[in-house]
C-alpha cells in the first residue's frame, strides 16, 4: 500500500488498485492486513494529499 495505490503481486504479475474512500481504506486494512482500525478514516484527507502531491493525478496503472 503506497498513497492510495493497493498493489498485489501473483502469479500473472502486478495489480494495481485506487483506493477510492476512506471506507475502502479502512476495509483494505482490515481484510488485507488484519488491521481493525476504524479511526484510520480520520487520516484519509491526509493521504489523498500527500497521494497527489507525491503522484499528482495518476491512477492505479
Do not use: M
Amino acid at each position: 500500500l503506497r498513497g492510495r495505490v493497493f498493489q498485489r503481486l501473483t502469479a500473472d504479475g502486478k495489480e494495481q488498485e485506487l483506493v477510492e474512500t476512506a471506507d475502502d481504506y479502512v476495509r483494505l486494512l482490515k481484510e488485507r492486513f488484519g488491521l481493525d482500525l476504524p479511526q484510520t478514516a480520520s487520516l484519509w484527507p491526509n493521504i489523498c494529499a500527500r497521494h497527489e502531491a507525491l503522484f499528482g493525478e495518476q491512477a492505479a496503472s
